[in-house]
């Protein structure tokens, strides 16, 4: 079935630091892909999302790229800052449609001032 | 524009006892809704989903129980609570037919003693 995997963390970095949380997937023909966050005590936040081949997500500065080649969708960002310290959630929506998203565990990332 | 909410925001409730939790959603009509358990640092379990009034579908065994009595209203129940059902529980929506982008509410920190 389909599925979703994520890098384990917690991720740690420092603030200004370049940011990749990586994010492949298993799924057949092309699902959309989303990126979500969570902050502490909170329920979940679409961050961005892409839903064919080459489309980039955008939003807050983080970016996402489809790649089907790679199957793949790893976030991105060029300077992090404290406020970007969550939970971040990649997510599928499969094309043979049951009404769920296929959700990653979940990567928790912390940046120190 | 769409509002999700969530009540209560938090509840202590001693094991045994029964549960109800309730969420609504403004601005959409026949939306897809989802019922999520979280545990403490875990990824999101999908308990329930509804695709329309008195339909519920059931993800996952257990004592709790789903109900859908108006369009936009969803409540999660338990006739007697477990240790183990403690959690955070995010109602979603997603737009109904085809499921892409799910949106989340607060949620609910259930704390069983």
């Known amino acids: 079935g389909d599925s979703v995997t994520q890098m384990e963390g917690p991720v740690t970095l420092s603030e200004e630091a370049f940011l990749t949380i990586n994010c492949t997937y298993t799924?057949?023909?092309?699902?959309?892909l989303f990126w979500y966050v969570q902050y502490p005590g909170e329920g979940l936040q679409l961050l961005l999302k892409?839903?064919?081949a080459d489309d980039k997500g955008s939003n807050k500065g983080f970016e996402a790229t489809y790649r089907k080649e790679t199957t793949s969708f790893h976030l991105e960002k060029g300077s992090v800052q404290v406020s970007d310290s969550a939970v971040y959630f990649c997510?599928?929506?499969?094309?043979?449609?049951?009404?769920?998203?296929?959700w990653g565990a979940g990567t928790k990332l912390i940046i120190k001032p | 524009s769409q509002t999700i909410h969530q009540w209560p925001a938090t509840l202590v409730q001693p094991v045994g006892s029964p549960l109800s939790l309730e969420c609504t959603v403004e601005?959409?009509?026949?939306?897809?809704l989802y019922w999520y358990r979280q545990a403490a640092g875990r990824g999101l379990q999908l308990l329930f989903y509804?695709?329309?009034?008195?339909?519920i579908s059931s993800e996952v065994p257990q004592n709790l129980s789903a109900s859908r009595p108006q369009d936009r209203q969803f409540i999660l129940s338990s006739k007697k609570l477990l240790l183990s059902d403690s959690g955070f529980y995010l109602c979603?929506?997603?737009?109904?037919?085809?499921?892409?982008?799910?949106?989340f509410g607060p949620g609910t920190r259930l704390t069983v003693t």
């Open positions: 979603a929506w997603s737009w109904g037919g085809r499921t892409y982008e799910q949106y």
């Open positions: 601005g959409t009509s026949n939306p897809n």
């Open positions: 509804s695709v329309g009034i008195g339909q």
């Open positions: 799924a057949t023909g092309y699902p959309s």
């Open positions: 892409a839903t064919k």
């Open positions: 997510a599928l929506s499969p094309m043979e449609s049951n009404y769920q998203l296929i």
